[in-house]
């Protein structure tokens, strides 16, 4: 008898997602000209244990996402949802039981960490403002860290500047993971770091997500990385996610077209399929978040815009002939192809 896997739980969810900055017309305290619309009502689920991948240019609101769902930021408008619970408008004190639960890894090791305190004091940092006393002491713990990420545990007493880029990136690794987190979102962690050491950090996050079954929140824009490591992607554009769904249909069965020009610029391994693959380039530059297009977002560049893409914007939602999860926001989609096994 065939065994029926439960799915996964929600462990987050975010819906009618919404941050605007606001633009001030000359200085700090004069009146306000506008809002940059970062993000404009994205809804996103991520589950236990999920690597879930968020990918698009920059600007696109990738990074004030991440921001949001971890609450550094407090949304516009919209809701987000941990683990059951209403954490949208949460004041400090509210959110001190789950903070430990959610962590961040940011995109620059060099600026991420304090070149005044050693490696130990950065690690243990977030233990110390929780009170949390491991067994065995904070040392220790610090050491099994560092050890976990692929670092000497003698290094406990050094500088983050004696240390490399990857290196400081790992260190920025152990002190997200010094807490237990169920979620880690990991804000472009290998796009300011060598080409050969990016493959060494993110098989570093893929096998802590395995081994420790961690969710993760990746974002980046190098669709590559993005494909090793995620299970679940949505692409961004202009503050709106465009296309959700699992790696393998979105990569084999774009929907969108600018998902389908995003993976046309993605180079390929082999010599032949490099020389004869089909290459899209958009026009124009991206519009301003601050005054979007109306209707669908992409249009402005889009090669199959027609009048309603103008005057009616498209709801991010299960396409005919699709694959169950495979949502797009297009009123003319790519058509649907096969993926070969």
């Known amino acids: 008898m065939t ?4 799915p996964a739980k929600e462990l987050l ?4 997602l919404k941050m605007h900055f606001p633009v001030r017309a000359n200085g700090l305290f004069s009146r306000k000209a506008g809002v940059v619309q970062a993000v404009d009502g994205i809804d996103l689920t991520v589950h236990e244990g999920e690597s879930f991948g968020l990918v698009g240019e920059s600007g696109c609101g990738k990074s004030t996402t991440g921001r949001l769902i971890t609450r550094l930021l407090e949304p516009t408008a919209g809701t987000i949802t941990y683990g ?12 001190a039981p789950i903070r430990s639960e959610i962590q961040m890894i940011f995109q620059d090791p060099y600026s991420s960490l304090n070149p005044r305190h050693t490696v130990g004091s950065i690690i243990a940092g977030p233990m110390e403002i929780n009170g949390i006393n491991p067994v065995g002491g904070r040392q220790k713990r610090v050491q099994e860290l560092l050890e976990t990420v692929g670092l000497n545990p003698e290094h406990y007493n050094r500088y983050p500047h004696e240390f490399s880029g990857g290196q400081r990136q790992r260190i920025g690794v152990a002190r997200a993971l010094a807490l237990q987190p169920k ?7 290998v796009s300011a770091l060598d080409v050969s050491i990016q493959a060494q950090v993110v098989n570093l996050l893929q096998r802590l997500q395995r081994e420790l079954g961690i969710a993760f929140v990746f974002i980046a ?15 961004m554009y202009l503050g709106k996610i465009v296309e959700i769904a699992d790696r393998a249909d979105l990569y084999g069965n774009p929907q ?4 389908h020009a995003l993976l046309s610029s993605v180079p390929d391994a082999d010599p032949d399929s490099e020389r004869h693959r089909e290459r899209i380039r958009l026009t124009g530059d991206v519009p301003s978040p601050i005054n979007p297009p109306s209707g669908c977002r992409f249009r402005t560049r889009c090669w199959k815009a027609q009048d309603i893409c103008a005057s009616e914007e498209p709801p991010l939602m299960q396409l005919s002939g699709a694959t169950e999860g495979h949502r797009a926001a297009c009123h003319f ?3 649907r192809q096969v993926v070969p096994e």
């Open 333 to 335: 989609p790519e058509p």
């Open 221 to 235: 824009h190098d669709l590559a990385v993005v494909r090793h490591f995620s299970q679940r992607i949505a692409v």
């Open 13 to 16: 969810t975010a819906s009618g």
């Open 84 to 95: 059951g619970q209403d954490i949208t408008h949460a004041t400090r004190k509210q959110l």
């Open 183 to 189: 979620l880690i979102v990991a804000d472009e962690p």
């Open 256 to 259: 969108h077209p600018y998902t």
């Open 3 to 6: 065994e029926v896997v439960a």
